[in-house]
């Protein structure tokens, strides 16, 4: 199969969020969650693997990295709505609350709430690559050549 | 291979809450149904079927279905709520041709190809045969068909209503050209019974 199903912008930008965050963040963040709705499960979470591809440079011919665990669940709010989670790792707990923010993002009453777990998320994660970024660039180190001139003779 | 359409999850029934346990259950059920014919075994513990299938041959699908089976549906399920929902759980692949398909779900028994049709297995591999789930309205109240074969003691009887009377002449002309032959397992509503390709079927009136 390769027609690669359409998942709109925004929501695979929460999608991405939500996956590569920390599980107890995640949980923490539902934790303070005031009214949480209820919801029931479509697909219970379960442990999978997937390969991860990639293209050299971002545009040559996709190669198969390696295979890396994931944990996917679906559920659907009482209010109607539908949200999956795909997450790294093996923790179950990580993939369903992933699957109900999605579903209330989607749900425009819920969905102030659930910016209110996805955005500190996000934040978190860029101080979490700029400091790895700073921490790198720290250890940077600029080769140059010497230009070796001869003495007067 | 057809191409897929993204699925709408919005219509999607839920499947097993516990797949572990569930499917384990209903497998055990199944096993009992084929290795005992014309028992009759109880599915109700499933969770709700989606549209156009019923409760056991639902919490079938869940459970044998995978990545790795082909399943062929008759006209009535494709391309419906039903397909939709079978290749959300179970993520199998769909074939038109009844000759690959490791699983059929046949619900208009009236409709259903001649069971010649489908994969009969092959001489080193008879288990790779086709398995048929033949949903009827009710597992009582149509011709007796009287059973008798391995996991039988003496004779056993059978009456799924709304087969069509050519149906059993297919499970009989199934049954002479064993080891090769399709399995069927019967099923209404929340109940289940098998008909293995082993079993002698003999019809009231022949």
Not at chain 1, 91 to 118: C, F, K, N, T
Not at chain 2, 61 to 77: C, I, K, N, Q, S
Not at chain 2, 155 to 161: E, K, Q
Request: proline residues 8%; contains cysteine.
């Amino acid at each position: 199969m390769s027609a690669t199903p359409v998942v709109e912008q925004p929501r695979r930008r929460w999608l991405s969020i939500l996956a590569k965050a920390a599980p107890a963040e995640v949980a923490a963040a539902w934790d303070r969650l005031e009214r949480p709705p209820a919801y029931r499960m479509l697909r219970a979470p379960e442990i999978g693997m997937v390969m991860v591809r990639g293209r050299m440079g971002g545009t040559a011919d996709a190669f198969n990295v390696g295979e890396m665990t994931v944990t996917r669940a679906a559920v659907r709010l009482d209010s109607g709505a539908t949200g999956v989670g795909y997450v790294a790792g093996r923790d179950r707990r990580h993939a369903e609350i992933a699957a109900v923010i999605d579903a209330m993002m989607q749900s425009p009453e819920l969905r102030p709430a659930a910016e209110g777990i996805v955005n500190p998320l996000e934040t978190a994660q860029r101080q979490r690559r700029d400091t790895g970024a700073r921490k790198a660039a720290a250890t940077k180190v600029d080769f140059f050549t010497m230009v070796r001139t001869r003495g007067p003779a | 291979m057809n191409a897929y359409s993204p699925l709408d999850l919005a219509e999607i029934a839920p499947g097993f809450a516990d797949p572990t346990r569930d499917s384990q259950a209903v497998f055990r059920r199944v096993m009992d149904a084929v290795a005992r014919p014309g028992t009759i075994h109880d599915l109700s513990f499933a969770p709700p079927p989606p549209p156009g299938l019923g409760r056991a041959a639902a919490a079938m699908a869940l459970t044998l279905f995978d990545f790795e089976t082909r399943v062929w549906l008759d006209g009535e399920l494709r391309g419906g709520a039903a397909a939709d929902w079978l290749r959300f759980h179970c993520a199998c692949p769909l074939t038109d041709a009844p000759g690959e398909a490791a699983f059929a779900i046949v619900v208009d028994a009236a409709d259903c190809p001649p069971l010649s049709s489908f994969h009969p297995g092959d001489a080193k591999y008879p288990d790779r045969s086709t398995t048929l789930i033949v949903q009827v309205p009710a597992l009582v109240g149509g011709r007796c068909a009287t059973l008798e074969g391995p996991g039988i003691k003496e004779r056993s009887a059978i009456a799924p209503a709304g087969l069509p009377a050519s149906f059993w002449e297919h499970v009989q002309a199934n049954h002479a050209r064993f080891q090769f032959g399709v399995d069927v397992i019967f099923a209404a509503g929340d109940l289940i019974a098998g008909l293995p390709r082993s079993t002698r079927v003999t019809i009231k009136g022949d």
